[in-house]
């Protein structure tokens, strides 16, 4: 059971580094799954990226490469199929090496989500009023006629 329970957790919050500890950890384990470690290494690849685009407008590929573990012939394809998946969204920079991050999914949603879900709609909420109060002064305004 606790095996279960640290495998969702890495994959709720951990990063790649998680997983290959685990995985060395726990072979068996991890073998007699329905995914196949290489299908878990890819899955955590992807969410590694999805939380490194979390907190930066651009990652340089050689962060990438580091963190994902990658060789930097799977780089491009790999971003591609990030970006194709709907976890991030961005666009590949190749002469400066780097992609740029629009934005990104929330592998965890805690209470800075909700915060921040709480301050748009209370906005959006105060620009509506703004928005009513300005078309009903427009609708009580009324010009004469003929110009007056």
Not at 87 to 115: A, H
Request: net charge negative; aromatic share 8%; charged share 25%.
């Amino acid at each position: 059971k606790q095996w279960y329970q640290r495998r969702v957790a890495i994959t709720a919050g951990g990063d790649l580094n998680d997983y290959i500890e685990f995985y060395n950890n726990n072979v068996e384990f991890v073998e007699k799954l329905a995914v196949t470690h290489e299908e878990n290494l890819r899955k955590m690849r992807l969410l590694t990226l999805a939380s490194m685009a979390q907190d930066c407008n651009e990652i340089e590929f050689s962060q990438l490469v580091d963190k994902l573990n990658l060789v930097t012939e799977d780089l491009e394809p790999f971003v591609i199929e990030a970006i194709g998946s709907g976890l991030i969204k961005g666009k590949i920079n190749q002469p400066e090496g780097k992609i740029l991050i629009s934005s990104t999914i929330n592998r965890t949603f805690l209470d800075p989500q909700w915060l921040f879900i709480k301050n748009k709609l209370e906005l959006w909420q105060k620009n509506l009023v703004i928005i009513q109060e300005s078309m009903r002064k427009s609708h009580n305004f009324s010009v004469p006629i003929g110009g007056g």
